[in-house]
């Protein structure tokens, strides 16, 4: 997609409809797992990557409507 094409809206579409952030959290939540981290800390990566993934599956359900002359500030 061309840089000019490329809006916030589809930025954050993009990000959405990629499970990267459930699998940067499993990752990291065995990660520390193996290195023998406090299970406080693992069960915290872990509701992480629950909650991503959650919302990750829901993300089709979620409209993301951005007022782009807000956040861009033309007058």
Known sequence: MPPKQRTLRSITRELIDNPF???????ETVKLAALGEPIALVARMLLLGIVSTILWVLSDAIDVDVDSEAIVGDD
């Open 21 to 27: 952030l459930p699998i940067l959290f499993y990752s």
